[in-house]
């Protein structure tokens, strides 16, 4: 599978509109997933605005996301159908050490979409929406 960079992170709405891009408009990141079954994922806000607000413990994505412009994890990784389930040893998130995070994906040539739980219902209902691409070459 290889290494992805991160394009954007955002939150849509039941309709599939933006509403918000919570690790900014030019967030960095890398996701690489081994083939071995191995996979590890840092995502950073390089705003250095984007400054902590201390919250205790964040409710929903978007909030995760300002409260801790950082966010990393790694395991192992598993595929069926369109689904990738990430299987946490380590993360930045202690409640998220040793816990499974299924996502749908889909690849489409050097772009790669993952679409963690849809969080809320209804109206309300809020998807996070991670694209990644491809480097442009990889080093050797």
Do not use: C, K
Request: no cysteine.
């Amino acid at each position: 599978m290889g290494a992805w960079l991160l394009s954007t992170v955002a939150i849509m709405d039941a309709s599939g509109d933006t509403l918000e891009h919570p690790l900014g408009q030019s967030p960095t990141g890398l996701i690489t997933y081994t083939a071995d079954g191995h996979m590890s994922v840092s995502m950073l806000n390089p705003d250095p605005e984007s400054a902590p607000e201390g919250a205790a413990g964040p409710v929903d994505t978007a909030t995760l996301f300002r409260t801790s412009p950082y966010l990393g994890y790694a395991g192992t990784y598993e595929v069926t159908g369109d689904r990738v389930v990430h299987h946490l040893h380590v993360a930045s998130l202690r409640p998220w050490v040793g816990t499974t995070q299924e996502r749908r994906w889909r690849v489409e040539g050097d772009r790669l979409t993952l679409l963690p739980p849809t969080e809320g219902t209804g109206d309300g209902a809020r998807t996070p929406r991670l694209v990644w691409h491809r480097p442009a070459t990889d080093a050797a």
